[in-house]
């Protein structure tokens, strides 16, 4: 079945230690995004890519860092500077559609909840 | 703050009833979209409306766009305990450039 796999579903960190988050699909999307959820509250958006090697900084990208190497994988790194990581991390893609608007569904996998230790 | 809020924050009604929530939002969009959450798992898509567009159905479900207002509604017909979910409304702004900003939601329990 075609599908977003992220893992893993529960993740810890220590304090000054980066963390990465892995996001897979195979619905051969072009566009990747990474959102934050606090409890309570809507999606923030992170970083997301369009295409492959490219991505763009989202509405709260600092304390993250992101690679599209290939199309498939969007990883999301959580760095020891992001000094309140605890969420629920979400990860989603779509297909492309004009050069300015995607006018797609967003597919999301199941998350990745990250507490501090 | 976000470009979308919901409205109300929760709603809870009787299996079989009708569930309307609202979404307003600030700047001019290119298409509005519905998704729904299960307690901890990952956003589900519902419905997408284009702003040229002013009604949509799928199934139980009915969203209706009124740009001039800045507003959406999705209602939702014979509501059932497995619609018990929080719902999102996801805007992608004119400004182009693949971005969605997401409100905050609207809790939804349907008793049953």
């Known amino acids: 079945d075609g599908g977003i796999t992220q893992s893993p579903k529960y993740l810890f960190r220590k304090e000054g230690q980066n963390v990465t988050l892995s996001c897979e699909q195979n619905l051969n999307h072009d566009a990747m995004y990474w959102y934050r959820q606090d409890p309570g509250q809507g999606l923030r958006l992170i970083y997301y890519?369009?295409?492959?090697?490219?991505?763009q900084k989202g509405d709260i990208a600092e304390g993250y860092s992101v690679s599209r190497e290939k199309k498939e994988s969007f990883p999301l790194t959580v760095t020891s500077a992001q000094k309140n990581p605890t969420a629920f991390y979400l990860c989603?893609?779509?297909?492309?559609?004009?050069?300015?608007?995607?006018?797609?569904?967003?597919?999301f996998g199941d998350g990745t909840r990250l507490s501090i230790l | 703050s976000q470009q979308g809020e919901e409205d109300p924050q929760a709603l809870s009604i009787q299996e079989g009833e009708n569930a309307t929530m609202n979404c307003s939002y600030k700047t001019s969009i290119n298409n509005l979209q519905w998704y729904r959450q299960n307690s901890g798992r990952g956003l589900v898509h519902l419905i997408l409306?284009?702003?040229?567009?002013r009604e949509k159905h799928s199934g139980r479900l009915r969203v209706t766009l009124d740009t001039s207002k800045k507003s959406s509604s999705l209602l939702i017909t014979a509501s059932r305990a497995a619609d018990t979910a929080s719902y999102f409304c996801?805007?992608?702004?004119?400004?182009?450039?693949?971005?969605?900003?997401f409100g905050t939601g609207t809790r939804l329990k349907v008793l049953a």
């Open positions: 890519s369009q295409i492959v090697n490219d991505f």
């Open positions: 996801a805007t992608e702004s004119t400004s182009g450039t693949y971005k969605y900003i």
């Open positions: 409306i284009r702003s040229n567009e």
């Open positions: 989603a893609s779509s297909r492309t559609g004009t050069a300015a608007y995607s006018n797609q569904p967003q597919h």
